[in-house]
């Protein structure tokens, strides 16, 4: 297993290198150069020549790029210029970066608490009602733009029924700490349930949009994987062995089952993102998503960058994560 876990951190060194290359590489092939992108179009032949000095893009490539690794290493990717003007990148998205997590983590929660037990049991029951009634379902989630979904939500149970908030994080009259950022996490750890509570019930909408497109995929996947598991060989032979239906369930069909569903669920986890930009959007969310979508829309380039490199980091090491969990429910992966 130490051997498997080295070699996996081995690759995720040469992805990182390879997408700061990427970046660097991006971040140059801009319309006007790096300069023009930090500086505007109002800026002047001084403050250029001044900032192609700073930045040292005036020498070889090889030096400004490890200059670029440098300031990154450091977490100095320069100062927001239309997300947050004149806030560093960094903190930009330090800031931002709890709502989001915040936000994907309950959306991929309820993926996986609805999703994995539903492809189950319809795995188990193939052609019944239950079968029927969530393959329906996971196809509506699918063909659902989450955008549509967001408004739709939004629309009935936050404007018309007005059982759960319409946007934001929290009511701004409840006087709450923010220790952490992350409003939920917040008020149990200083005991401010009822601050808590108003912050989760302001999740539920947002989180709701968000899993649907990473539940229909886990359904589908736990489906598929169950019924190819159930006429395995192995499971012949444990029920003609006469071992219980528990047993084989546990620690045949749903063991085994589980090997392409990890893996489904850490793509999911990269790909939420994607969706949080649309529902951060809708719901009035300042999360890493809004930034990003601000950020194309001013080019705060400073901010784009440190968003798609960390964005991008974190969906590694979620892969990580599914490998070697990947590898320890199959003890098979560890002997190559």
Request: hydrophobic letters at 50%.
């Amino acid at each position: 297993m130490l051997r498997y876990t080295v070699r996996r951190l081995g690759q995720l060194v040469i992805v990182a290198v390879v997408l700061s290359i990427l970046l660097f590489g991006w971040l140059r092939a801009l319309p006007g150069g790096p300069v023009s992108a930090l500086l505007g179009e109002r800026a002047t032949e001084e403050s250029r020549a001044q900032l192609v000095e700073q930045l040292g893009l005036n020498q070889p490539l090889h030096v400004q790029y490890w200059k670029f690794v440098q300031r990154a290493v450091t977490g100095d990717f320069g100062v927001s210029t239309g997300v947050q003007p004149g806030t560093p990148a960094m903190e930009v998205f330090l800031q931002r970066m709890p709502a989001t997590l915040e936000l994907s983590v309950l959306a991929l929660l309820l993926a996986v608490v609805v999703g994995v037990p539903l492809g189950y049991f319809a795995g188990r029951r193939q052609g019944g009602w239950l079968d029927n009634l969530s393959i329906t379902w996971s196809l509506i989630g699918v063909a659902v733009p989450v955008f549509f979904l967001a408004f739709l939500l939004k629309y009935v149970f936050a404007i018309e029924l007005g059982a759960l908030p319409a946007s934001g994080r929290q009511e701004v009259s409840i006087d709450a700490t923010h220790a952490t950022g992350f409003y939920v996490l917040d008020g149990m750890l200083t005991g401010e349930w009822d601050a808590a509570w108003n912050a989760f019930l302001h999740l539920l909408l947002p989180a709701a949009a968000l899993s649907t497109i990473p539940f229909a995929v886990i359904f589908r996947i736990t489906r598929a994987s169950v019924l190819d598991v159930l006429e395995e060989d192995f499971v012949r032979t444990a029920r003609s062995k006469g071992l219980g239906a528990r047993v084989i369930r546990g620690r045949h069909v749903l063991r085994n089952a589980m090997l392409p569903v990890v893996t489904t669920i850490g793509l999911q986890t990269g790909a939420l993102l994607s969706g949080a930009v649309l529902t951060e959007q809708v719901f009035n969310i300042t999360g890493i998503g809004q930034a990003l979508s601000l950020g194309f829309q001013r080019q705060d380039y400073a901010v784009l960058q440190v968003v798609i490199l960390a964005t991008a980091m974190v969906y590694v090491l979620v892969n990580l994560v599914v490998d070697l969990t990947y590898a320890a429910i199959d003890p098979r992966l560890r002997e190559r």
